[in-house]
């Protein structure tokens, strides 16, 4: 094994690391959503799953000099790793939070003041920008932790603002658990 590959394998090892952390971040916004939800979060359980197969297969090419196998699990590695978050990340918002709120939007006359509805659409919007960011990192081929990516962290704070505006006002509250309903029933759980 050389330098450069031991090098890499700690480097990817430092990456699946923080790929774990992500996926508890993921995990406390599930446990944050209504609790009569089952959402699963399955693709970046997969994805970090087929990530260690591949480390294990890189680390078995660098021990047997294979330098193109190690190169292709490593992008195999890498792949992995991104579209775990990414999946979840674009799933939550897009079929989870957008149209909830969107729905609660349309709904405002049964209880949303101005104020509450231009923070709401606020957020709303906020989680569009999101998954457009990602999909266009996606198309930059910009990685999870490339410096210039940063929607995970904004997608944290809108939804706790999101939460925090359900906090403190009941009625809003009580839409949002009305419309969740409406949304998502036995019959159309919230899978991912």
């Not at 394998?9 to 944050?32: H, M, P, Q, R």
């Not at 294990?56 to 890498?78: C, H, P, R, S, V």
């Not at 006359?109 to 999101?130: A, M, P």
């Amino acid at each position: 094994m050389t330098t450069e590959q031991q090098k890499a394998l700690d480097e990817t090892a430092a990456s699946i690391f923080v790929y774990v952390d992500n996926v508890f971040i993921i995990k406390k916004i599930c446990d944050s959503i209504d609790p009569t939800q089952q959402m699963g979060i399955a693709s970046p359980y997969l994805n970090f799953r087929d990530a260690l197969f591949h480390y294990k297969k890189m680390y078995e090419a660098a021990k047997n000099g294979d330098n193109t196998e190690f190169i292709k699990q490593l992008a195999n590695i890498e792949e992995h790793l991104h579209r775990g978050i990414k999946d979840f990340a674009v799933y939550l918002c897009t079929d989870y939070y957008v149209p909830l709120i969107r729905q609660m939007m349309e709904s405002r006359s049964q209880c949303i003041n101005d104020s509450v509805f231009c923070r709401l659409r606020h957020i709303y919007h906020e989680l569009k920008n999101i998954v457009a960011e990602i999909r266009l990192g996606g198309q930059k081929l910009l990685r999870f932790g490339d410096s210039e990516v940063s929607w995970l962290p904004s997608m944290i704070n809108i939804i706790s603002a999101f939460i925090n505006l359900l906090n403190e006002n009941v009625q809003l509250n009580n839409l949002y658990q009305t419309t969740l309903s409406i949304i998502y029933t036995p019959a159309n759980p919230i899978k991912v």
